[in-house]
């Protein structure tokens, strides 16, 4: 089981920090990530990161969008800077094994003025 948190609302330019904490050792997973769903929009990959430590971003956060793995918190953590409007989404963590992806329940994060 996959439990997010760390959503809220912010103002353009400021940051944010999600957390996916995991029933299991965050290290059995072959990978695991964040995709995003804005309203009336399809379910996008944001970052993802592999049992070896390899990041991959979306176009649209890179640079700005940073993941990594909390042994500490046994979660993967979502560090979001410099936040945008189009940031706004509902932000869901994954977890691979083998063939099989587990979804969180979600966290809102809304970017306004």
């Known amino acids: 089981q996959l439990a997010e948190s760390g959503g809220g609302w912010v103002q353009p330019g400021e940051s944010l920090r999600l957390s996916c904490a995991a029933s299991?050792?965050?290290?059995?997973?072959?990978?695991m990530g964040w995709a995003r769903q804005a309203p009336g929009g399809q379910r996008e990959m944001v970052a993802r990161?592999?049992?070896?430590?390899?990041?991959d971003y979306a176009d649209s956060v890179l640079g700005r969008f940073s993941v990594y793995r909390e042994p500490r918190e046994n979660a993967v953590i979502l560090e979001m800077n410099r936040l945008k409007p189009e940031d706004t989404a509902v932000y869901y963590c994954n977890a691979e094994s083998g063939s099989t992806k587990t979804w969180g329940q979600g966290t809102q994060v809304t970017v306004s003025s």
């Open positions: 990161i592999t049992k070896l430590g390899r990041a």
């Open positions: 299991g050792s965050i290290f059995t997973f072959s990978a």
